[in-house]
């Protein structure tokens, strides 16, 4: 499981980073979100990935930090995905308003030689 994790949270850093230097716009944009994506599971699984195991102790009882999932980086994650998603948006208005005042979608706003 761990190595599955590792390995998704890898191709999504990757992906993301080489899309971030790509010369079109939605491209950035894209590689923006997927590294978003990759950097919202390392959060998570610094959680612990605890299989069927409540995130909150019941009160009263005997409490061992192995047998429950940390709740933070939930409540972390949750207000990451409400932000990178208001930020995608944001960024699609502005890529939608630079295209129509120069023309082209590179992120230099010129188009290359040929």
């Known amino acids: 499981m761990e190595l599955i994790l590792s390995l998704g949270i890898g191709i999504l850093a990757g992906s993301g ?21 990759a950097v919202n599971l390392f959060i998570f699984s ?8 409540p995130p909150v102790t019941q009160a009263g009882a005997q409490v061992d930090s192995a047998t429950f999932a940390d709740p933070v980086p939930q ?21 939608l308003a630079a ?16």
């Open 17 to 37: 980073v080489w899309l971030l230097l790509r010369p079109r716009t939605y491209q950035v944009i894209i590689g923006l979100g997927l590294l978003s994506y």
């Open 46 to 53: 610094v959680g612990r990935l605890v299989m069927n195991n």
């Open 75 to 95: 409540a972390l994650i949750l207000t990451a995905i409400v932000i990178g998603f208001a930020t995608t948006a944001l960024f699609l208005v502005i890529l």
């Open 99 to 114: 295209r129509g005042l120069t023309g082209t979608d590179h992120v230099d706003g010129k188009e290359p030689d040929r």
